[in-house]
């Protein structure tokens, strides 16, 4: 039983950067306003998640590595929903099938802290303890989720991964798109030990301002404002779209840069790209790519369900209309800079 739970959740956590989306995804939903991660060879030896979110109160600690548990889901039809970040429960889960867990939290009601270790869905003793019992710990209002030795149970998989710092790297492409999509939050990521974060970004920032910080302050000077736009006006589907996006002759458009948030989840969809970029294809040399960050918000009954969240390319009704509506928003933007 625990090797199909183990291949389930090797599927759903493929890598560390996967591992670090969903934590921070938990963080994002906590409300927290403060997200550091330390990271020991990217991720593979350790994965650490700070966050000042509202916390896991005692009484939910023995179920929360449990499949499918989840404090998301209230009604049946939430099932169809990718508003809250999460799906069914499955992210910690899964971490705890394929690495060591532990929680250290703490809700602002509660007197003092908890910390709890996981392995295979369930409360374990300690190292050095007898009882699986959460223990009464020292801590600040929010979690500290710590996952060692991924995929220590897995040694084939663990034996594909040949570079930490190629998993660094993915890890820092993760948290940097979100930095930008949530500039509300102050964010740290960094490797244990060191004292120079790679990202860091102040509380309260704005998404342009974090684009300077985090890529450049010449690409932020020359991006095109996508304002906020309903698609489609007249129809029912109520997809909203905002973002930034490269000038049509920029230099940053040889490096390009891809970040698509559908209702704040970072995701692919393979048909918005190639439509986005074959805009610039007449301004852009061959093979260069625009700079493109966008956020769309859509109706969640409308996103294919059928497509795990965990895996991201997404699909939704009406996806051609709503294309060509999102591209003719890009294409007013590229052709009112250009004229
Ligand atoms: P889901 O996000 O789909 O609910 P997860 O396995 O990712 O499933 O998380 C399980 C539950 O653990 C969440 O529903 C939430 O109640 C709790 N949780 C996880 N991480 C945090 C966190 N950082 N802060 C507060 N609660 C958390
Ligand atoms: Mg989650």
């Known amino acids: 039983k625990d090797v199909i739970n183990q291949i389930a959740a090797a599927e759903i956590i493929h890598r560390p950067a996967n591992a670090i989306k969903e934590l921070l995804e938990n963080s994002l939903d906590a409300k927290s306003t403060s997200i550091k991660i330390n990271l020991k060879d990217g991720g593979l030896k350790s994965i650490q998640i700070i966050d000042n979110g509202h ?6 600690l023995p179920l929360l590595c449990e499949r499918y548990s989840t404090s998301k889901l209230n009604k049946f039809e939430d099932l169809n929903s990718l508003k809250t970040y999460g799906f069914r429960g499955e992210a910690l889960a899964s971490i705890s099938y394929v690495s060591h867990v532990e929680v250290v939290t703490k809700t602002k009601k509660d007197g003092c802290g908890w910390r709890a270790h996981y392995q295979d869905g369930v409360l374990i003793p300690s190292k050095s303890g007898t009882s699986a019992e959460p223990k009464p710990s020292a801590a600040n209002d929010g979690t500290v989720i710590t996952a060692e030795d991924l995929f220590f149970n897995m040694p084939l998989r663990k034996r594909a991964f040949k570079s930490p ?19 509300h939050v102050a964010w740290v990521c960094k490797k244990a030990g060191t004292s120079l974060p790679d990202v860091s970004t102040p509380v309260d920032s704005t998404t342009k301002a974090n684009i300077a910080s985090l890529y450049s302050p010449s690409l932020a000077n020359e991006l095109l404002d996508i304002p906020l736009t309903t698609l489609q006006p007249e129809s029912k589907l109520s997809a909203q779209c905002k973002g930034w996006v ?57 996103i294919d369900v059928n497509v795990h969240p965990t895996k991201s390319e997404v699909h939704f009704l009406n996806e051609d209309e709503m294309i060509d509506a999102l591209v003719g928003v890009i294409q007013t933007a590229l052709s009112g800079a250009n004229v």
């Open 246 to 302: 490269s000038n049509a002759n920029s230099n940053w458009a040889r490096k390009g840069g891809w970040l698509l948030f559908i209702n704040n989840r970072l995701v692919d969809s393979t048909k918005i790209k190639k439509a986005i970029d074959s805009l610039y294809t007449a301004y852009l040399p061959k093979g260069a790519s625009p700079w493109v960050y966008l956020s769309l918000d859509i109706d969640p009954a409308k």
């Open 165 to 183: 710092s190629e998993e660094y790297t993915r890890v820092l492409d993760v948290v940097t798109k979100y930095a930008i999509h949530n500039p």
């Open 55 to 60: 916390g896991i109160s005692k009484n939910d």
